[in-house]
Nanobody, 127 residues
């Protein structure tokens, strides 16, 4: 079975940094994409960032561009989301998701087009 496990969330003051990890296991295919999504109560789910493992293509939402950086350690099947200069509006549960054998760049796929999801990790940014 494919399993995704997020870690690295926590409580941080505005301006601080966190690094989220998404460890993927239970598969042997090499062509996949990992997306980061976030959900805060009362708000719509937002696609934050994604990376296509096969070609290294990345996407960042305008709200996080210049502050968040997605990267991958392909040997470990782990994707990271480095979050710098955090703002209170970044507060949310962050989920990673895997899209198997993407044909298009990962930025073209919505959440319903990802095949597997992790359990989420809470990020809280205080003023």
């Amino acid at each position: 079975e494919v399993q995704l496990v997020e870690s690295g969330g926590g409580l941080v003051q505005a301006g601080g940094s966190l690094r989220l990890s998404c460890a993927a296991s239970g598969f042997s295919f090499d062509d996949y994409a990992i997306g980061w999504f976030r959900q805060d109560p009362g708000k719509e789910q937002e696609k934050v960032s994604c990376i296509s493992i096969s070609d290294g293509h990345t996407y960042d939402a305008d709200s996080v561009k210049g502050r968040f950086t997605i990267s991958s350690d392909n040997a470990k099947n782990t994707v990271y989301l480095q979050m710098n200069n955090l703002k209170p509006e970044d507060t949310a549960v962050y989920y990673c998701a895997l899209r198997q054998t993407p044909y298009y760049y990962c930025s073209e796929y919505g959440p319903h087009e990802y095949d597997y999801w992790g359990q989420g990790t809470q990020v809280t940014v205080s003023s």
